[in-house]
C-alpha cells in the first residue's frame, strides 16, 4: 500500500495477504528500509497512516482493543518509549489512554511515537476529507478482509476519530 505525501510515495505500507487471526506484523518501509511497524490481528489493525509533507511524521488510525488509537510516528526525533502529548486530545483521560496505548502498537520504530498536535490533527483530517472513495480505499487498510471481499471503515468514521474536540476514547 502506497503512503504519499503531496503525491508523491513516501513509504510503502506491507500487511498480511489475509487478516490473521494471530499477532502479525504490518510494516511500513521507506527507501527500502522499515521505519516502523505495528502490530494487528483480526479484531486489532491499522486503519490508515496519513504522511506528512516533510515525509518524516506519519499520522496513524488503529483499531485496538480498548479505543481507537491516533497518535504519530515521528521519525525525526529521538527514539523514546514515551508517547509526548500536545494538548490533542483535549479531555485528559483520553489523552493520557490513547498515548499509553499507542507505545503498545508499535512494534519497532526508528523514531518516536507521541500523540498529534491540533495542527497535524487538522493537516490529517483536511486530507482524509478530500479523498475520494476511490482513494480511500487505496490509503486504508482494511479492517475485514477475506480475500477476494475487502471491507474498509468509513470516512466518517476516520474523520470522528481526528475531532479536534475528541472526548472519547471510542469516538
Known amino acids: 500500500m502506497p503512503i504519499e505525501a503531496n503525491g508523491k510515495v513516501v513509504a510503502l505500507g506491507k500487511r498480511p495477504f489475509v487478516m490473521p487471526w ?7 518501509y521507506a527507501n ?3 521505519v516502523f511497524s505495528l502490530w494487528g490481528d483480526v479484531f486489532d489493525f491499522p486503519l490508515f497512516i496519513h504522511a506528512f509533507a516533510d515525509g518524516k511524521r506519519f499520522l496513524c488510525i488503529d483499531d485496538d482493543d480498548t479505543a481507537v488509537l491516533v497518535f504519530v510516528v515521528d521519525l525525526g526525533a529521538a527514539v523514546t518509549n514515551t508517547a509526548i502529548s500536545f494538548g490533542w486530545p483535549p479531555d485528559e483521560y483520553t489523552r493520557t489512554h ?7 502498537i508499535i512494534i519497532e520504530t526508528k523514531g518516536q ?4 498536535s491540533y495542527s497535524e490533527v487538522q493537516e490529517a ?3 482524509l476529507a478530500k479523498l475520494t472513495p476511490r482513494q480511500l480505499k487505496a490509503a486504508s487498510y482494511p479492517c475485514a478482509d477475506f480475500g477476494v471481499y475487502r471491507f474498509y ?13 475528541r472526548h472519547s476514547v471510542w469516538p
Do not use: M, Y
Open 98 to 104: 490513547l498515548a499509553q496505548r499507542a507505545t503498545n
Open 125 to 127: 483530517s483536511s486530507h
Open 153 to 165: 471503515w468509513p470516512k466518517e468514521a476516520l474523520l470522528s476519530a481526528l475531532d479536534t474536540n
Open 32 to 34: 527500502n528500509s522499515k
Open 22 to 28: 494471530s499477532d502479525n506484523e504490518f510494516g511500513v
Open 113 to 116: 511515537v507521541r500523540l498529534p
